[in-house]
């Protein structure tokens, strides 16, 4: 299932500086295969929920949150190899 998506064009130029990865990247999430959790370590004012998913063979950390049939986009980053093992064994 793949969703719309949305992000804030500086939030996604900031990213690309922090991450060396585009928001827009989060258009290619296949959504079904999204291991997700709420983000609960403070009150963000909304339900942030943190999810790792593969996409384009690689494993990434997508923060985001549900706004109707749409799927803000926070932050999407590269899993490191705690993330990574962590995933694989939960998949």
């Known amino acids: 299932m793949r969703f719309e998506i949305t992000f804030d064009p500086l939030k996604d130029a900031i990213n690309r500086i922090q991450h060396g990865v585009s928001l827009g990247l ?54 490191n190899k705690r993330e990574i093992h962590r995933y694989a064994t939960n998949v």
């Open 26 to 79: 989060a258009s290619e999430i296949a959504w079904h295969d999204l291991l997700p959790k709420v983000d609960g370590r403070r009150d963000y004012g909304e339900v942030r929920e943190v999810g790792f998913v593969r996409i384009r063979g690689r494993v990434f950390c997508v923060v985001f949150t549900r706004r109707n049939e749409m799927r803000r986009i926070i932050s999407l980053r590269r899993a």
